[in-house]
């Protein structure tokens, strides 16, 4: 799996073979408190507009969340849990967030600046040895995606492996092993290209200032401040999700996906169909994401934490100012990131993609308006993440028929060329 996030969105949707039958269409229901008042006004358009999306790219399943103050706020489930049954998705589910993750560990690393423990000028060689270039790749520069090192998930050894052994239990030593042991792609801070080696460096940051495993810290500074009792970052010899939570699909394998998620057209159209299943790939170890990408969330929990993500919570008003200044156009038009954030046209926030689940958390600073949405199918067959073609399509009820959404940083060109690869576990 190429570079592990698909941060901040990668797009479309599968539907059609994901409900109950190969003919049944995605059915919604609203969250159990929207149904004791009247619906906002958006919700006919919204529901419509999701259902025909799941039908158009096989999606099995997704939970969307709107809290607006304008407009009001709502949660509906679509589809099903697990293919060739009738088990609705509950909103209650728990997801694997993927890339969401990486917001959690560079919020880390800047509230230990904000401690005077480290500065984001500081060489990574100051705390890890070994990294190429480690004597001028800084943290900002590992934060915001600049540092020019390979990422390992694009490695095919690699992809193997979790194709063969998906139980396996990776260390933070071997992925770096992986990385290193592969030229770095550019000079420090010259161009933006995800990678996945970056963050998980960051990680190690964390535990080494901290003195504490990365949940300890994740917890202590994070999910208990803002009371987020549905998130979790499991130990590495742990692949379970805390239940309820959907069974998790993706089609073709890590190693076919390497280049590009989008299946051939023949393939595309018989997943639509419904009669090319995606594999269930629930339970594969994601210690490979680690803070990449390995934590657990429901929607409401990511809403919450998008608000703080975005709002300001989480970190003293001159570094959260240091945060969102840090954003920058990447790969052109609204599209862009920054510390350990995207942004996706108005929206800021990430996205996350992991075999099996896409989920996108974005929060409009100007108008409040917050967009959660979680689902159990990586990429649809066109090869967009799915949850990013529900974002798509939801944008312009919001913002106007002439809404045209950016491109997703995570798949961007870097400031110059470089054609970007599919994100796994983004």
Request: charged share 20%; with cysteine; aromatic share 8%.
């Given at each position: 799996?190429k570079?592990?996030?698909?941060?901040?969105?990668?797009?479309?949707?599968?539907?059609?073979?994901?409900?109950?039958?190969?003919?049944?269409?995605?059915?919604?229901?609203?969250?159990?408190?929207?149904?004791?008042?009247?619906?906002?006004?958006?919700?006919?358009?919204?529901?419509?507009?999701?259902?025909?999306?799941?039908?158009?790219?096989?999606?099995p399943?997704?939970?969307?969340?709107?809290?607006?103050?304008?407009?009001?706020?709502?949660?509906?489930?679509?589809?099903?849990?697990?293919?060739?049954?009738?088990?609705?998705?509950?909103?209650?589910?728990h997801?694997?967030?993927?890339?969401?993750?990486?917001?959690?560990?560079?919020?880390?690393?800047?509230q230990?600046?904000?401690?005077?423990?480290?500065?984001?000028?500081d060489?990574?060689?100051?705390?890890?040895d070994?990294?190429?270039?480690g004597?001028?790749?800084?943290?900002?520069?590992?934060?915001?995606?600049?540092s020019?090192?390979?990422?390992?998930?694009?490695?095919?050894?690699?992809?193997?492996?979790?194709?063969?052994?998906?139980?396996?239990?990776?260390?933070?030593?071997?992925?770096?092993?992986?990385?290193f042991?592969?030229?770095?792609?550019?000079?420090?801070?010259?161009?933006?290209?995800?990678?996945?080696?970056?963050?998980?460096?960051?990680?190690?940051?964390?535990?080494?200032?901290?003195?504490m495993?990365?949940?300890?810290?994740?917890?202590?500074?994070?999910?208990?401040?803002?009371?987020?009792?549905?998130?979790?970052?499991?130990?590495?010899?742990?692949?379970?999700?805390?239940?309820?939570?959907?069974?998790?699909?993706?089609?073709?394998?890590?190693?076919?996906?390497?280049?590009?998620?989008?299946?051939?057209?023949?393939?595309?159209a018989?997943?639509?169909?419904?009669?090319?299943?995606?594999?269930?790939?629930?339970?594969?170890?994601?210690?490979?994401?680690?803070?990449?990408?390995?934590?657990?969330?429901?929607?409401?929990?990511?809403?919450?934490?998008?608000?703080?993500?975005?709002?300001?919570?989480?970190?003293?008003?001159?570094?959260?100012?240091?945060?969102?200044?840090?954003?920058?156009?990447?790969?052109?038009?609204?599209?862009?990131y920054?510390?350990?954030?995207?942004?996706?046209?108005?929206?800021?926030?990430?996205?996350?993609?992991?075999?099996?689940?896409?989920?996108?958390?974005?929060?409009?600073?100007?108008?409040?308006?917050?967009?959660?949405?979680?689902?159990?199918?990586?990429?649809?067959?066109?090869?967009?993440?799915?949850?990013?073609?529900?974002?798509?399509?939801?944008?312009?009820?919001?913002?106007?028929?002439?809404?045209?959404?950016?491109?997703?940083?995570?798949r961007?060109?870097?400031?110059?060329?470089?054609?970007?690869?599919?994100?796994?576990?983004?």
């Amino acid at each position: 799996m190429k570079t592990l996030a698909t941060s901040l969105v990668a797009v479309v949707v599968l539907a059609a073979s994901a409900c109950s039958s190969d003919t049944a269409e995605p059915e919604s229901t609203p969250s159990p408190t929207s149904s004791d008042q009247a619906q906002p006004e958006y919700v006919a358009e919204l529901e419509s507009t999701v259902e025909q999306l799941m039908r158009d790219n096989a999606i099995p399943g997704a939970v969307v969340q709107i809290s607006s103050p304008d407009r009001g706020d709502w949660t509906g489930t679509f589809g099903t849990s697990a293919l060739d049954t009738d088990d609705p998705i509950s909103a209650d589910d728990h997801f694997r967030i993927g890339s969401n993750t990486k917001t959690m560990t560079v919020t880390a690393i800047l509230q230990l600046v904000q401690e005077g423990r480290l500065s984001l000028d500081d060489p990574i060689s100051k705390y890890i040895d070994g990294v190429p270039n480690g004597d001028t790749i800084t943290l900002a520069q590992l934060a915001e995606m600049r540092s020019g090192l390979y990422s390992y998930t694009f490695d095919p050894d690699f992809n193997a492996t979790l194709d063969r052994e998906p139980e396996k239990v990776w260390t933070q030593e071997e992925l770096l092993q992986i990385a290193f042991a592969r030229p770095v792609n550019f000079s420090p801070g010259e161009q933006f290209e995800y990678s996945n080696t970056n963050t998980v460096l960051l990680g190690l940051v964390v535990e080494e200032l901290t003195g504490m495993p990365v949940a300890e810290a994740f917890d202590e500074r994070i999910f208990a401040p803002l009371g987020l009792a549905n998130t979790s970052f499991p130990a590495i010899e742990d692949s379970s999700i805390p239940d309820p939570h959907p069974r998790g699909y993706m089609f073709g394998t890590n190693v076919s996906t390497i280049d590009t998620f989008e299946l051939p057209d023949d393939q595309q159209a018989a997943a639509v169909a419904g009669t090319l299943k995606p594999n269930d790939v629930t339970d594969d170890n994601p210690s490979w994401a680690w803070t990449a990408g390995a934590a657990i969330s429901t929607v409401d929990d990511m809403t919450t934490y998008v608000k703080a993500l975005v709002g300001g919570g989480l970190l003293d008003e001159q570094m959260q100012n240091t945060r969102l200044d840090s954003v920058q156009s990447v790969g052109g038009g609204t599209a862009g990131y920054g510390l350990g954030m995207a942004q996706f046209g108005p929206l800021l926030g990430h996205d996350g993609q992991l075999p099996g689940f896409m989920t996108f958390m974005g929060h409009d600073p100007d108008t409040d308006l917050t967009i959660v949405i979680a689902t159990n199918l990586s990429t649809v067959p066109s090869g967009e993440g799915s949850a990013l073609t529900l974002v798509k399509g939801i944008l312009p009820i919001f913002y106007g028929s002439d809404y045209q959404a950016p491109s997703d940083p995570a798949r961007a060109p870097g400031a110059e060329e470089s054609t970007p690869v599919p994100t796994p576990g983004g």
